[in-house]
């Protein structure tokens, strides 16, 4: 009985030693400034070679150096608020990835939690492994599996999740998504393969009206704008989806080549009337949109809609903890949402001045 007492004394002293070292590590570990040109150096090389072969197709977002966007981009969402902890990790981790460097020290957290629901934590830890893969054993095969994940991770991830929360840029970001994809099985053809098959079944915005939101999106060309509105003649669909309904074989050459103004039809101004925006901006020349108040009026309407269910989830698990505790009828609950959703509009914040404005 003793020694089993004393063996585990043992282990519970090994295991608080190893936490210690491990977390001092973690805290301490700085980064090597060279570890690009150790391991994948050829795979990394197609931050820069991918813009010579997409050169053709890229037309909302062209740019000349893809890693030098994504470093100024990474940079941008690093100077504002994230809303969430890991945001940040996940953005200081990508930066230290393709520069090697960070201006400010940054504690190394150990790795979070797996969700099912966030694959960010999945992005997170894959991005740790290759950082730190010389402090433990890894095979050669299992170090260029999670290279190709980190490239794909900086290379379309962390642009596609940081944005997606911008209801005017979501269409024409879906179809850039897809012709990213399209090009990139030059590099690695599993990888574009199981990424379009998976976009394939979550195109909501590049329906008929959905499409139309892409008219308040200004990264969007004045050419292509004037298309659009030409394009607003055209006879919709019989049957509009609610999706769109494409395989993954009929992402070819000739879908990549395509503009948003291919998804734009008479069907589109219903999203228009749907949301009480005016548009006679629609009547003059792009150039002069910005001018327009029916246009300003209606970029804020758009802008203000909530396309992603993150809050949607927060308020509605605030929602059934609080009110677990006065009512368990489904049909209460519902009335509840509606009612905190109206109080909300009329009290937008806690300020004196607005608790005292009467309604």
Same mark, same amino acid.
């Given at each position: 009985m003793s020694q089993k007492k004393s063996n585990k004394r043992k282990r519970?002293?090994?295991?608080?030693?190893?936490?210690?070292?491990?977390?001092?590590?973690?805290?301490?570990?700085?980064? @090597?400034?060279?570890?690009?040109?150790? @391991?994948?150096?050829?795979?990394?090389?197609? &931050? @820069?070679?991918? @813009?010579?072969?997409?050169?053709?197709y890229l037309t909302m977002t062209e740019k000349k150096?893809?890693?030098?966007?994504?470093?100024? &981009?990474?940079?941008?969402?690093?100077?504002?608020?994230?809303?969430?902890?890991?945001?940040?990790?996940?953005?200081?981790?990508?930066?230290i990835f393709i520069s090697g460097n960070l201006e400010n020290k940054i504690k190394m957290h150990p790795p979070g939690a797996m969700h099912q629901a966030?694959?960010?934590?999945?992005?997170?830890?894959?991005?740790?492994? &290759?950082?730190?893969?010389?402090?433990?054993?890894?095979?050669?095969?299992?170090?260029?599996?999670?290279?190709?994940?980190?490239?794909?991770?900086?290379?379309?991830?962390?642009?596609?999740?940081?944005?997606? *929360?911008?209801?005017?840029?979501?269409?024409?970001?879906?179809?850039?998504?897809?012709?990213?994809?399209?090009?990139y099985e030059v590099f690695d053809r599993e990888i574009s393969r199981v990424s379009i098959q998976k976009l394939c079944n979550h195109l909501w915005y590049l329906?008929?009206?959905?499409?139309?939101?892409?008219? &308040?999106?200004?990264?969007?060309?004045?050419?292509?704008?004037?298309?659009?509105?030409?394009?607003l003649k055209k006879k919709a669909?019989?049957? *509009?989806?609610?999706?769109?309904?494409?395989?993954?074989?009929?992402?070819d050459d000739k879908f990549i080549e395509k503009n948003i103004d291919a998804f734009i039809t008479e069907e589109s101004l219903k999203l228009f009337s749907r949301f009480n925006i005016d548009d006679g901006f629609l009547k003059h020349d792009p150039t002069f949109w910005e001018s327009s108040e029916s246009y300003i009026n209606g970029k804020k309407i758009i802008n203000s809609l909530k396309i992603v269910n993150d809050t949607a989830e927060r308020a509605v698990k605030l929602m059934e903890e609080y009110n677990s505790t006065l009512t368990l009828d489904e049909e209460?609950?519902?009335?509840?949402?509606?009612?905190?959703q109206e109080h909300r509009k009329i009290y937008p914040d806690c300020k004196k001045s607005t608790l005292q404005q009467q309604y």
């Open positions: 519970q002293t090994s295991d608080k030693e190893y936490s210690k070292n491990d977390t001092l590590q973690s805290e301490n570990t700085d980064v @090597d400034n060279n570890y690009i040109e150790e @391991d994948g150096s050829n795979k990394l090389e197609l &931050f @820069d070679s991918l @813009d010579d072969h997409t050169s053709k150096n893809v890693k030098e966007d994504i470093l100024n &981009f990474v940079k941008s969402k690093l100077e504002t608020k994230q809303p969430r902890g890991d945001y940040r990790e996940f953005l200081e981790l990508i930066f966030r694959w960010m934590a999945r992005a997170i830890y894959c991005l740790k492994i &290759f950082l730190f893969r010389s402090q433990y054993n890894i095979s050669d095969l299992t170090k260029k599996a999670i290279c190709e994940i980190c490239v794909f991770i900086i290379k379309f991830y962390v642009k596609a999740w940081f944005t997606c *929360p911008l209801p005017n840029k979501s269409p024409n970001q879906d179809l850039q998504f897809i012709k990213d994809m399209k090009l329906t008929e009206e959905a499409a139309a939101l892409s008219f &308040f999106d200004d990264s969007i060309p004045l050419e292509v704008k004037r298309q659009m509105v030409k394009a669909t019989k049957y *509009p989806a609610k999706r769109l309904i494409i395989k993954p074989n009929q992402i209460q609950k519902q009335f509840i949402l509606k009612c905190v």
